[in-house]
């Protein structure tokens, strides 16, 4: 009988020990939560490029086959600049490629994106470097016109389907990050 007692009375204190770890376990991951979103550093951007957020002024000039076009000839559609002198050197041939592999990595959304390169000077680009880029849209500009980008020339835009300058990227980006940018870009956009 005084062994019922006894077994009795730690039951209670069992319990109770029982439904406070259960209740610790429950509420840990809120508080390491809370814990890890005000003390520990985060970054406070998501995107690679820098965000620009205001209306692209059109350019016009002509393709290489002397037909005119304007960038606003290309609105609907995701634009992807490079402005660079015709003769393409090293930067422009790595702005170039990143801007195809940030496209090419989009797969069925690519055809959302069209590429453009500005050449504001007399430089003839060179064959190799249009047979490498099929899809690319070619426009020689006025001098001034490409001066007039915000960031100047030797830069990558990113220009929405509405005519609005969204982000800017340096000439030689991480291509995976540039890409993460349009990607993020696409899938929230229900425009172009």
Known sequence: MQAERIGAKATPARAKRLVTLIAAIAVAPVILSYLAYYALPHDSRVNYGTLMARPFHDVAGTTLDGKPLSTRDLRGRWIVLFAGGGACDAVCTSALYASRQARTIQNAERERVQRLWLIPDA????????????DLVVARVAAGAAAALPEGTDRIYL???????????????DIKAMAKDLTRLLRASRIG
Do not use: Q, S, T, Y
């Not at 430089?123 to 099929?134: C, M, R, S, T, Y």
């Not at 220009?159 to 980006?173: C, R, S, T």
């Open 123 to 134: 430089g003839a680009p060179p064959p190799d470097v249009l047979d490498e880029h099929p």
């Open 159 to 173: 220009i929405d389907p509405l005519g609005n300058l969204v982000l800017v990227w340096p000439a030689d980006p």
